[in-house]
C-alpha cells in the first residue's frame, strides 16, 4: 500500500517537474541566486558573531567599522539575491501552472463525449481550480525553500564542524528523533490532504449543479433539502481539513522544542567548553546562532513537505483527468476532406452506449446528395443516436458508415465536423455579445454577414430591440433569452457556417409557427444542394423530405417519401392521423 | 446565576482578542478599493460573528500560543544569565540549573502546540465551514434576478476558493502569526529590560518596517481581489465548454475554446505574477531592515561597551532579540500574504452576504390546498427597464385548462414565472382563490404549483429521487402513478435499475423527450392545484403528447399550458393569445377563430404546412 503511493507521488513529482524543466533558464538564474544568498546567509552571521566577539574583547572603531561596512555589503546583497530568486520562481512557478492548465484544458477538450456522461461539471471545474491552486501555492514557495534548507543545512553542518566538532555531533543527535516524528506526521497528512481535494471537488460539483438548477430548486420548495445535502458535503470537507490541517500543525510545534533541546545542549555542554577554556564564548554565541541555522532549514523542509503533500494531492487529481484516454485518434490512414457531396450511406450499423442496451440495432439507409432526411420516431428510438454516429461523437460498433463512398473512419474528425452545421436540440450559448455568438459558427465572418444570416433566420428583429443590439452580452445560461429566441440564434449560427451536410435535431421545436414559417423559406433554401438531417416531432415539418426513416427501438421499421409511406399505410402513417386527429380539421 | 456571568467573561475575552485583530484593520485603512469603501473594516465584525461558537477552541488556542511565546522569548533571558552568571563567574551548577529549567520548559511549550494544533484547526476549519455555509444559505434565499448579477463561475470560486484563503488566515493568525506581533512587541520590551539605549534603536527600526509593510499589504489586497475575479473568468470558460461540449465539437472549435481559455489563462497567470511578486518582496526589505538594525545595534554595543555602560552579556542578548525579532518579521511577511488574500475574499464572500435580499411581505397562513382560480388585475412586469408584461387583465376559473399562444419573446415564460412568485410583478396584483399571492407564505404558494420549465432540469442522482423532489415524503407508488400519467413509467421499468437508475448531470443520458416527461412527472408527483406547463412537450411526438394532456384534463386542476401549435391547445377550455407582453385575445378556439385575426393568421401559418404535405383535411 504504501509502497505504491510513494510510487505515485514520485510519478506525480516528476510529471511536475517536466512542466518545470521548461524554464530551465529562468531555473538556472533561481539556483544562482539561491547559491548567493544561502551562501551569503552562512557569511553573515559568521562575520557577525566575529564582530560580537571583536566588540566584547574590546576592538577599537577602526577595526569595526570596516567589518560593520562588510555586513552591510553582504547583507543588502543577500536581500537582493532574495529579491531575485524570488521573483524569478515566482515567474517559473505561474509559467508551470499556466501550462498544466492549458494542458488540462485542451485535454478536455479532446475527451469523448461518453466521458463527460458521467461527470459532474463543478467537479471537474474543481480540478482546474482549486487543485491548481494547490499546486501554484507550493511551487511558488516550495522549491525556493526545499533548495535553500538543504544548501543551508549542509553548509551550517560544515561551519559547525569548523567551529567545534563535539557541538556539531550534539546538534546533530535531534535528527533521528525529528525525522521519526516527521514520517508518522506526513504519513497521516499526505491521506488527509487526499481526501480533503476530493471532498472539495465533490462539493463543487454539487454547487455548480445546484445553482444552476436554482428556478427549480425555488419552485420546489427544496432549499432546506439542498441546504442540507450540503451541509453533509460541507462537513464532510470539515472533517478531512481539520485532520489535515492538526497533523501538519504538528511538525513546526516538534520542531520548536528539538530546537530548544538542542539550544540547551549547546549552552550547557558549551558552558562546560567554556569554563575549561576549549571554546570562546564567541564561539558560543556563534554556535547557538548556527544551531538556529541548522533547525530553521529543517523546520522549512518539514513545513514545505506538507505543502508538497497537499500539491501532490492536487496534482494527482489534475493528472488522472490528462490520463484519461483521448477521443480515438483518426486512423493513421484517415485523410483531411475539403468539400462534401454529401452522399450518406448507412450499412447495417449497430451501437450501444451501455452494454446489452443497443440503442440502434441493423439500421442501414441511402441518403444522396442534396437530399433531405427525415427522422421520425417516439423518443428514445435512436434519432439523436444516429447523429451523433453520423457526427462522429461515437463509432459504431457494428456496420459501416459511408459518406461520398469512403468510409467515415477514414476521415479525420475535425474535417468531418468543420463540413457539417448543427442545430440541437439545447441551445448552448456563450457569455460574449450576441455578435460573437452567431459567428461562432465561422469565426471569419464579417459584420455584414452575421448581420445578413441573423436576418435570414429571423432573429434580427429581436436582436435589435436588444439593450445594445447585436453588442449584448448574454449570460452562459442564455437565462435572458426565451428558449425560442436562443434557438434563432443557434440557427442564425448554422446559417453563417455554411456547411457541406446540415443537422437539424429538434430545431424549431420551440419556436411559434409564425415564426417558424418565416424560417422555414430561410431553412429550405440554407438545405438545398446540401445533405440535411432533420428531426423534429411536428411531422408537417418534414413532409417535403425526400427520405423519411422510421425508427422504432432502435430498428429502423420503415423508409420511404412520405406518400409512399402513407400508401403503406404502417407505422408513420398511424403517427399521422394521431397528429392530424389531433390536429386542424 | 453563575452561567451569565461566566458568559459574559468568556465575551468580554473574545473581544479583547477581536480589539486585537482590529489593529490590523485600523492600520490598514478602509479605502482600499472602490467595494472596499463598502466592506473594508468590516472583515474582522463579521470573522468575529462566525468566531462565536468557537471562541473556547480559539481561547485555548490563543493560550498556549501565548505560553510557547513566554518560553521563546524568556531563552535569550536564560541565556544571558547562563552565560553572564554561569560561564563569565565560572558557576556550573547555575549552567545546570538554568538549562534543566530551559529544558523543561521546551517540553510544556511543546504539548502546548500540539494541543494548539488540534484546537487551531478546529476553529479554522469550523469557522470556514461555518462561512460557508451561510454563503451557501444566503444563495439559496437570492431570489432569481440576482442570480443574473452573480454568474454561476463566480459563486462558485467564493464558495470554494475565497473560502479556502480565509481558512487559511484564520489557521494562520491562531498558530504562526499571532505569535510574530506579540514576539515583536514582548521582543522590544524584553530588550528595554535589558538595556534601554540600544533597544531604542529597535523601538525606531521596527515601526518604519512595518509601515513599509502595511503599504504592501494594502496593494496586495487589490492585486489579489484582482486574481480572485480572473479565476471566476477561467471558472466561467470551463464551465461553458462543459455545457457546450457537443456544440464545440461539433462544430470543431476546439483551437478557438484554447485560445479563448489561454486567455483568460494568461491575465489569471500575470495577475498572479504581479500579486505574488509584490509579496514576496517584503521578505528582502524586512531582512536587510533588520540586519541593518542589528549593525547599528552592534556598533552602539561597542560604543557602550567602551564607556562601561553595558555588560558583554547584555549587548548579546539585545541582538539575541534583535534577529529573533527579525524572524518573527520574515513569519510575519508570509502571514501578510495570507492576510491579503483573505481580506481580497473576504470581500468578494462580504458582497454577496450583504446583497439585499428582495422582500418578501408574509402573512404566516396555514398549509392549505387551493381550488385553483387565478385573476390577474392589471399586472405590468418590468426588467432591466424593459416592459416585459403590459396590463395584463383576466380571469380563469378553477379546473380550467387554459392554452397560452404567443410569438417566441412575448412573454409567455415570464407569464408563467409570475404566479409561484419566482419574480415579483412591478405593478399590479394576482390573486389565486381570490387571495392576493403577494401576502401569502410562500412556500405554501408554491407547494401548490407544478411548474415544468421548457429545458427539463435534472439533477445527479436517482430517478426515484428527482420525481420525489414534487413531494418529499411521496411513496413509491404516488411516483409510479405520475409516471405512468407521464407516459414515462414503461420506458423507466425498461431500464436495468429500474427507479433507481441513475441520471447524470441535467440528465445527460436521457433523450430530449424522455427529459421532459421526467420533469412532467415530477410535477405531477406534488398533484398541484395549478399546473404551469410551460411548452414542456415540444420534444415529444404527437401521440405521447395527446395521451398525456388526455390524462392530464382528468386531473382535478388548473392547467395553463404554453404551446406552439394550435393542435395543442384547441381543446384547452379557453386560449390566451399574447403579443409584445399585452394579451391580444381571449376566449375558446370557435371565438377565437371567428374574431381574431392574429389567430386567423397563426391558424393559417400552421394549416398551411399541412396543404405543402398534400394531406387534405
Known amino acids: ?585 | 446565576m453563575e452561567k451569565p456571568s461566566k458568559n459574559q467573561k468568556g465575551i468580554e475575552k473574545i473581544e479583547f482578542l477581536v480589539k486585537f485583530m482590529i489593529i490590523y484593520e485600523i492600520i490598514l485603512g478602509c479605502e482600499i478599493t472602490e467595494r472596499g469603501e463598502q466592506h473594508g473594516g468590516k472583515m474582522m465584525k463579521r470573522l468575529l460573528k462566525f468566531a462565536k461558537p468557537y471562541k473556547l477552541a480559539m481561547w485555548i488556542a490563543v493560550f498556549f500560543t501565548i505560553l510557547e511565546l513566554a518560553v521563546e522569548l524568556y531563552q535569550p533571558v536564560i541565556m544571558s544569565i547562563i552565560i553572564d552568571e554561569g560561564i563569565v563567574k565560572g558557576n556550573l551548577s547555575v549552567v545546570y540549573t538554568w538549562g534543566g529549567i530551559l529544558l523543561g520548559l521546551s517540553f510544556i511549550a511543546f504539548a502546548g502546540g500540539i494541543i494548539n494544533s488540534f484546537y487551531a484547526a478546529r476553529a479554522g476549519q469550523g469557522m470556514g465551514a461555518d462561512i460557508r455555509s451561510s454563503l451557501f444559505h444566503k444563495i439559496q434565499e437570492f431570489a432569481i434576478y440576482q442570480f443574473q448579477k452573480y454568474p454561476t463561475s463566480s459563486l462558485i470560486t467564493r464558495l470554494t476558493n475565497d473560502i479556502t484563503q480565509i481558512q487559511n488566515f484564520i489557521f494562520m493568525i491562531l498558530r504562526i502569526a499571532l505569535r510574530s506581533p506579540l514576539f515583536i512587541i514582548f521582543g522590544i520590551v524584553m530588550a528595554y529590560t535589558i538595556h534601554v539605549r540600544l533597544a531604542h534603536i529597535l523601538l525606531i527600526s521596527v515601526p518604519v518596517l512595518l509601515l513599509i509593510t502595511i503599504w504592501i499589504l494594502k496593494k496586495g489586497v487589490f492585486l489579489f481581489q484582482q486574481v480572485q475575479r480572473k479565476l471566476d473568468g477561467v471558472n466561467r470558460v470551463i464551465r461553458e465548454n462543459l455545457l457546450g461540449m457537443r456544440l464545440v465539437k461539433a462544430y470543431a472549435r476546439e483551437p478557438f475554446e484554447e485560445e479563448r481559455f489561454v486567455k483568460v489563462n494568461t491575465t489569471l497567470m500575470d495577475d498572479n505574477k504581479k500579486a505574488l511578486r509584490l509579496m514576496e518582496l517584503s521578505m528582502p526589505i524586512l531582512m536587510l531592515g533588520m540586519n541593518v538594525a542589528i549593525i547599528i545595534i552592534l556598533w552602539f554595543g561597542h560604543v557602550e561597551l567602551s564607556l562601561g555602560g553595558a555588560q558583554p552579556g547584555e549587548v548579546v542578548a539585545v541582538l539575541n532579540y534583535a534577529s529573533r525579532i527579525m524572524f518573527a518579521f520574515t513569519i510575519f511577511s508570509f502571514f501578510m500574504m495570507n492576510f491579503s488574500r483573505a481580506k481580497a475574499s473576504s470581500e468578494r464572500i462580504s458582497e454577496v452576504l450583504d446583497e439585499q435580499m428582495a422582500e418578501l411581505p408574509q402573512k404566516e397562513t396555514t398549509e392549505r390546498t387551493f381550488k385553483g382560480s387565478i385573476d390577474f388585475s392589471h399586472v405590468f412586469f418590468r426588467y432591466l427597464e424593459d416592459e416585459v408584461l403590459e396590463d395584463i387583465h383576466f380571469s380563469i376559473k378553477a379546473g380550467e385548462t387554459i392554452g397560452i399562444l404567443g410569438e417566441t419573446g412575448s412573454g409567455k415564460s415570464t407569464l408563467f414565472q409570475l404566479i409561484p412568485r419566482l419574480y415579483e410583478i412591478s405593478e399590479g396584483e394576482i390573486f389565486i382563490d381570490g387571495e392576493n399571492i403577494a401576502s401569502m407564505d410562500l412556500k405554501n404558494l408554491r407547494s401548490q404549483i407544478g411548474l415544468v420549465p421548457q429545458e427539463a432540469h435534472l439533477f445527479s442522482g436517482t430517478i426515484k429521487e428527482n420525481l420525489r423532489w414534487g413531494k418529499d415524503d411521496a411513496s413509491l407508488e404516488e411516483i409510479m402513478e405520475a409516471a405512468k400519467q407521464a407516459e414515462i413509467h414503461d420506458f423507466i421499468m425498461k431500464l436495468p435499475d429500474g427507479y433507481d437508475t441513475h441520471i447524470g448531470q441535467r440528465g445527460v443520458n436521457f433523450s430530449g423527450g424522455q427529459k421532459q416527461r421526467l420533469s412532467i412527472a415530477r410535477a405531477l408527483v406534488r398533484k398541484p392545484s395549478i399546473l404551469l406547463l410551460d411548452d414542456s412537450t415540444s420534444a415529444l411526438d404527437a401521440r405521447t403528447e395527446a395521451n398525456i394532456l388526455e390524462t392530464l384534463k382528468e386531473q382535478a386542476c388548473t392547467i395553463l399550458l404554453i404551446a406552439q401549435k394550435i393542435s395543442s391547445v384547441k381543446e384547452a377550455d379557453r386560449i390566451l393569445l399574447l403579443h409584445n407582453g399585452k394579451i391580444v385575445a381571449f376566449g375558446n378556439h370557435a371565438k377565437l377563430l371567428k374574431e381574431s385575426s392574429y389567430y386567423q393568421r397563426i391558424y393559417a401559418s400552421q394549416a398551411e404546412g399541412r396543404e405543402a404535405g398534400n394531406i387534405v383535411y
Do not use: C
Open chain 1, 1 to 585: 500500500m504504501s509502497t505504491k503511493k510513494a510510487k505515485d507521488m514520485k510519478g506525480t513529482m516528476r510529471r511536475i517537474w517536466q512542466y518545470m524543466a521548461k524554464e530551465k533558464g529562468l531555473f538556472f538564474l533561481v539556483m544562482v541566486m539561491i547559491l548567493i544568498s544561502s551562501a551569503l546567509a552562512l557569511i553573515g552571521p559568521y562575520l557577525l558573531g566575529v564582530a560580537v566577539d571583536g566588540v566584547i574583547s574590546g576592538w577599537g572603531g577602526e577595526q569595526l567599522f570596516p567589518m560593520l561596512a562588510w555586513l552591510v555589503l553582504i547583507f543588502t546583497l543577500q536581500s537582493g539575491a532574495i529579491f531575485f530568486q524570488n521573483y524569478w520562481m515566482i515567474g517559473i512557478a505561474q509559467n508551470v501552472v499556466f501550462f498544466m492548465r492549458n494542458h488540462l484544458f485542451s485535454h478536455l477538450q479532446r475527451l469523448p463525449v461518453a466521458f463527460f456522461q458521467k461527470r459532474q461539471h463543478g467537479e471537474l471545474m474543481s480540478r482546474l481550480t482549486n487543485d491548481m491552486e494547490n499546486v501554484s501555492r507550493t511551487l511558488n514557495a516550495a522549491v525556493i525553500q526545499v533548495i535553500t534548507s538543504t544548501l543551508t543545512l549542509i553548509g551550517t553542518i560544515i561551519v559547525m564542524l569548523f567551529l567545534s566538532p563535539l557541538l556539531t555531533f550534539l546538534t546533530l543527535l535531534i535528527v533521528p528523533v525529528l525525522f521519526a516524528g516527521m514520517k508518522w506526521i506526513t504519513n497521516r497528512t499526505g491521506a488527509y490532504f487526499k481526501e480533503q481535494q476530493r471532498e472539495l471537488g465533490d462539493m463543487n460539483g454539487y454547487i455548480e449543479e445546484t445553482i444552476s438548477g436554482q428556478k427549480i430548486i425555488k419552485m420546489y420548495s427544496q432549499e432546506s433539502r439542498v441546504i442540507e445535502e450540503f451541509e453533509e458535503k460541507n462537513e464532510a470537507l470539515r472533517v478531512s481539513s481539520y485532520w489535515a490541517q492538526t497533523y501538519s500543525g504538528f511538525i513546526p510545534k516538534l520542531m520548536n522544542m528539538l530546537n530548544n533541546v538542542s539550544f540547551t545542549i549547546i549552552v550547557g555542554v558549551g558552558g562546560i567548553l567554556a569554563l575549561k577554556g576549549a571554546v570562546s564564548i564567541g564561539v558560543i554565541v556563534t554556535f547557538t546562532t548556527y544551531s538556529r541555522q541548522f533547525t530553521r532549514p529543517l523546520n522549512d523542509l518539514a513545513n514545505q513537505f506538507n505543502m508538497i503533500l497537499s500539491a501532490i494531492a492536487g496534482a494527482e487529481r489534475v493528472f488522472q483527468i490528462m490520463d484519461e484516454e483521448k477521443e480515438a485518434v483518426d486512423e493513421t490512414e484517415a485523410v483531411d476532406i475539403s468539400s462534401l457531396d454529401g452522399d450518406i450511406v448507412f450499412e447495417h450499423v449497430s451501437f450501444s452506449y451501455e452494454e446489452d442496451v443497443a440503442t440502434l440495432k441493423n439500421v442501414s439507409f441511402h441518403a444522396a446528395p442534396g437530399q433531405t432526411v427525415a427522422l421520425v420516431g417516439p423518443t428514445g428510438a435512436g434519432k439523436t443516436t444516429v447523429i451523433s454516429l453520423l457526427s462522429r461523437f461515437y463509432d459504431s460498433d457494428e456496420g459501416t458508415i459511408f459518406v461520398d463512398g469512403e468510409d467515415i473512419k477514414n476521415i479525420t474528425r475535425r474535417s468531418l465536423r468543420k463540413q457539417t452545421a448543427f442545430v440541437l436540440q439545447d441551445s448552448v450559448l456563450f457569455r460574449t455579445s450576441v455578435r460573437e455568438n452567431i459567428r461562432y459558427g465561422n469565426l471569419i465572418a464579417t459584420d455584414e454577414e452575421v448581420v445578413e444570416a441573423a436576418k435570414k433566420a429571423n432573429a434580427h428583429d429581436f436582436i435589435i430591440k436588444l439593450p445594445d443590439g447585436y453588442d449584448t452580452v448574454l449570460s452562459s445560461e442564455g437565462s435572458d433569452l426565451s428558449h425560442g429566441q436562443r434557438q434563432l440564434l443557434s440557427i442564425a449560427r448554422a446559417l453563417l457556417a455554411d456547411p457541406s451536410l446540415l443537422i437539424l435535431d429538434e430545431a424549431t421545436s420551440s419556436i411559434d409557427t409564425i415564426t417558424e414559417m418565416k424560417i422555414t423559406d430561410a431553412l429550405t433554401k440554407l438545405m438545398e444542394g446540401r445533405t440535411s438531417f432533420v428531426i423534429a416531432h411536428r411531422l408537417n415539418t418534414i413532409q417535403n423530405a425526400d427520405l423519411i426513416i422510421v425508427l422504432k427501438d432502435g430498428q429502423v421499421i420503415e423508409q420511404g417519401t412520405d406518400r409512399s409511406l402513407l400508401e403503406k399505410n404502417g407505422f408513420y402513417a398511424d403517427l399521422v392521423r394521431s397528429q392530424r386527429q389531433k390536429g386542424i380539421s
